[in-house]
């Protein structure tokens, strides 16, 4: 009954490795979007898709590679990991805003440990 | 873009005591402006939002404010609990240019018993 999810939780690995972060959602929504938020607890936006096309894509480096394959999944593949990367992954997702509907929900996080 | 200032960063109040986070933002076409509650090591959650045509909305324990002209809104928090206790984010949805919600820099709220 989960409305947005993510995998996995905890991440843990070194730099220089190539990892993924997987979100789904069952909300039916059109957009998706990945949220950084660092150890200050800043919650900023990294990518944002509609209907599968890539919309924001804020200054994040090229290491970061969104895709969403349909609809309801989008995620994140970091390549050539580095300490500054660690920090929490958020994904979230809303309808577009051609509706009345502006909610925004977020998954559980994944928290990404570089060593 | 939209920029989202939100003030304390830190405010602590007894149990029982209001709480007030005031934030500012600076487009003026922004529409829409939730509240989310972040508990340590969970999701922000949705907790209130308003729209741009209305200047208050109340859920309870929970009211949120809106002064368009002044680019100002606050949420309040009355009647305060432990439970309260949490980091607490404002946003606004900038919709000048592509649509995206900006965050506020959170607000750690600690409610004293």
């Known amino acids: 009954d989960t409305a947005v999810s993510q995998t996995p939780k905890y991440l843990v690995t070194q730099m220089g490795n190539d990892k993924s972060i997987k979100c789904e959602q069952n909300?039916?929504?059109?957009?998706m979007y990945w949220y950084k938020q660092d150890s200050k607890k800043f919650l900023k936006i990294m990518f944002s898709?509609?209907?599968?096309?890539?919309?924001i894509n804020e200054t994040v480096p090229n290491r970061f590679s969104p895709k969403s394959p349909d609809k309801a999944h989008l995620n994140l593949h970091i390549n050539s990991l580095e300490l500054g990367d660690s920090a929490v992954y958020f994904c979230?997702?809303?309808?577009?805003?051609?509706?009345?509907?502006?909610?925004?929900?977020f998954g559980p996080g994944t928290r990404l440990t570089v060593t | 873009g939209e920029n989202v200032e939100q003030h304390p960063s830190t405010l602590s109040v007894q149990e029982g005591d209001s709480a007030v986070i005031k934030c500012t933002y600076s487009?003026?076409?922004?529409?829409?402006f939730p509240w989310y509650k972040q508990e340590l090591g969970k999701r922000p959650q949705l907790i209130i939002d308003?729209?741009?045509?209305?200047g208050e909305k109340k859920d309870q324990r929970i009211a949120v404010t809106l002064n368009k002209t002044a680019k100002h809104f606050s949420l309040h928090i009355t009647e305060t609990q432990p439970e309260d206790s949490a980091v607490y984010f404002c946003?606004?949805?900038?919709?000048?240019?592509?649509?995206?919600?900006?965050f506020g820099t959170g607000t750690r709220l600690k409610v004293l018993a």
């Open positions: 898709y509609n209907n599968k096309e890539l919309i």
């Open positions: 909300l039916g929504h059109d957009t």
């Open positions: 946003a606004a949805l900038q919709t000048s240019g592509t649509y995206k919600y900006i």
């Open positions: 979230a997702s809303s309808h577009d805003w051609t509706g009345s509907s502006y909610e925004q929900y």
């Open positions: 487009d003026s076409a922004s529409n829409y």
């Open positions: 308003i729209r741009s045509n209305v």
